[in-house]
C-alpha cells in the first residue's frame, strides 16, 4: 500500500514505519494521523511482523500535532481532533505486537504522546522530549497527560506540561522516560539489535506481556495479579511453551512460532 506521508519497510520480521514530512518536522496532520493509523493496522495483521519500529525522518521524530490545523479548529471539531489522535495512540499501545520508538530527534507535543504510546522508547543523544502545547496556551490532547504522569510519576509530569520545557535525551533517561540513549551514529543499529532479540521470543508470550501491564496498570494490584496467574494458565497450552521448554531441555536454540 503507498503512502504519502510515512514510509514502511519490512526487513525480515521487523517492520519499520517513518513519519516523512521532514520539512514539518513530521507535525501529524490528518492525512498523516490516518496513514499512522493504517499502516500500524497493517503490520499488526502481517504474520510475518513480529516487532513494529516507529521514527521520524530528518531531525524530528515528531514535533507534535500540526499547528496550522488549529486555526480553524471550532471546539467541537478541536474535540474530534484530540479523540481521534488520542484514538490512534490508543490503538498502537493495544495491538498485540512489541513497538518500538526510535527518537531521532525532537519529540513534542503529539510526537512524545505518539513515542508514549510505543511500549519501548530509545533516543539518539541529540533528542529532546517535550509537551510544550501550554505555550500555545492550551493543553496536551493527545494521551500526553496521562500516559506521561504513569511513567515518570505526577511531579515530573506536571512539570514538563507546565513549563512546556525540552528536556534533553540524556535526562529523559534519568527519569525513565527513555529505555536507553545512543550516539545518533549508533540508534540504528542499536534499536535493530533490540528489535532482533525481542522479535525472537514468543509472539504469544510477548503479546500476553502486554495486555496483562497495560490493563493492570490501571486495575488494583489484585485484579492485576489474577491476570497474570489466570494468563499463566492459558500460555500453558501453546505450542510455543512446549517449544520453549523442550528448546531448554535440549540445550538448543528455540524456535517461536506465535501459535
Ligand atoms: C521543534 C521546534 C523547536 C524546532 O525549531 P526549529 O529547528 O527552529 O525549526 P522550525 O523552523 O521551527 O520548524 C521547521 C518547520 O516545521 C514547522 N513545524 C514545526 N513544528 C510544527 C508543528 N507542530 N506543526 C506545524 N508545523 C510545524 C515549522 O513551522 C517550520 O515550517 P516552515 O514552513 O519552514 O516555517 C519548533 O519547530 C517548535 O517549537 N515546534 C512546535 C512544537 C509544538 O508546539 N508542538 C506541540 C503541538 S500541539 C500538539 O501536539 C497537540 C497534541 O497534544
Same mark, same amino acid.
Given at each position: 500500500?503507498?503512502?504519502?506521508t510515512?514510509?514502511?519497510?519490512?526487513?525480515?520480521?521487523?517492520?519499520?514505519?517513518?513519519?516523512?514530512?521532514?520539512?514539518k518536522?513530521? %507535525?501529524l496532520? &490528518?492525512?498523516? &494521523?490516518?496513514?499512522?493509523?493504517?499502516?500500524? +493496522?497493517? =503490520?499488526?495483521?502481517?504474520?510475518?511482523?513480529?516487532?513494529?519500529?516507529?521514527?521520524? !525522518?530528518?531531525?524530528?521524530?515528531?514535533?507534535?500535532?500540526?499547528?496550522?490545523?488549529?486555526?480553524?479548529?471550532?471546539?467541537?471539531?478541536?474535540?474530534k =481532533?484530540?479523540?481521534?489522535g488520542?484514538?490512534?495512540?490508543?490503538?498502537?499501545?493495544?495491538? /498485540? +505486537?512489541p513497538?518500538?520508538?526510535?527518537?531521532?530527534g525532537?519529540?513534542?507535543?503529539?510526537?512524545?504522546?505518539l513515542?508514549?504510546?510505543c511500549?519501548?522508547?530509545?533516543?539518539?543523544?541529540? %533528542?529532546?522530549l517535550?509537551l510544550?502545547?501550554i505555550?500555545?496556551?492550551?493543553?496536551? /490532547?493527545?494521551? /500526553?497527560?496521562?500516559?506521561?504522569?504513569r511513567?515518570?510519576g505526577?511531579?515530573?509530569?506536571?512539570?514538563?506540561?507546565?513549563?512546556?520545557?525540552?528536556?534533553?535525551?540524556?535526562?529523559?533517561e534519568?527519569?525513565?522516560?527513555?529505555?536507553?540513549?545512543?550516539?545518533?551514529?549508533?540508534?540504528?543499529?542499536?534499536?535493530r539489535?533490540?528489535?532482533? +532479540?525481542?522479535?525472537?521470543k514468543?509472539?504469544? %508470550? &510477548?503479546?500476553?506481556?502486554?495486555?496483562?501491564?497495560?490493563?493492570?496498570?490501571?486495575s488494583?494490584l489484585?485484579?492485576?495479579l489474577?491476570?497474570e496467574?489466570?494468563?499463566? /494458565?492459558?500460555? =500453558?497450552?501453546?505450542e510455543?511453551k512446549?517449544?520453549?521448554?523442550d528448546a531448554?531441555? !535440549? !540445550?538448543?536454540?528455540?524456535n =517461536?512460532?506465535?501459535?
Amino acid at each position: 500500500m503507498e503512502f504519502e506521508t510515512i514510509e514502511v519497510k519490512k526487513e525480515g520480521t521487523l517492520a519499520w514505519l517513518i513519519l516523512n514530512r521532514p520539512d514539518k518536522l513530521n %507535525a501529524l496532520n &490528518l492525512k498523516l &494521523l490516518e496513514e499512522l493509523y493504517q499502516a500500524v +493496522k497493517n =503490520f499488526d495483521s502481517d504474520n510475518d511482523v513480529r516487532v513494529i519500529i516507529i521514527t521520524g !525522518k530528518g531531525k524530528a521524530f515528531c514535533a507534535g500535532a500540526d499547528i496550522t490545523q488549529f486555526t480553524e479548529l471550532t471546539p467541537v471539531n478541536a474535540w474530534k =481532533f484530540a479523540k481521534r489522535g488520542r484514538e490512534v495512540m490508543d490503538f498502537i499501545e493495544s495491538i /498485540g +505486537k512489541p513497538t518500538i520508538a526510535m527518537i531521532n530527534g525532537y519529540a513534542l507535543g503529539g510526537g512524545l504522546e505518539l513515542a508514549l504510546a510505543c511500549d519501548i522508547r530509545v533516543a539518539s543523544e541529540e %533528542a529532546q522530549l517535550g509537551l510544550p502545547e501550554i505555550n500555545l496556551g492550551i493543553y496536551p /490532547g493527545y494521551g /500526553g497527560t496521562q500516559r506521561l504522569t504513569r511513567i515518570v510519576g505526577k511531579g515530573k509530569a506536571l512539570e514538563m506540561m507546565m513549563t512546556g520545557d525540552r528536556i534533553p535525551a540524556r535526562d529523559a533517561e534519568r527519569y525513565g522516560l527513555v529505555n536507553s540513549v545512543y550516539p545518533s551514529a549508533d540508534l540504528e543499529k542499536e534499536t535493530r539489535k533490540l528489535a532482533e +532479540k525481542i522479535s525472537e521470543k514468543s509472539p504469544v %508470550a &510477548l503479546s500476553l506481556i502486554k495486555e496483562i501491564v497495560n490493563r493492570g496498570i490501571d486495575s488494583s494490584l489484585l485484579t492485576g495479579l489474577s491476570m497474570e496467574s489466570l494468563g499463566w /494458565g492459558t500460555i =500453558f497450552s501453546t505450542e510455543d511453551k512446549k517449544e520453549g521448554v523442550d528448546a531448554f531441555l !535440549k !540445550k538448543r536454540k528455540p524456535n =517461536f512460532k506465535g501459535i
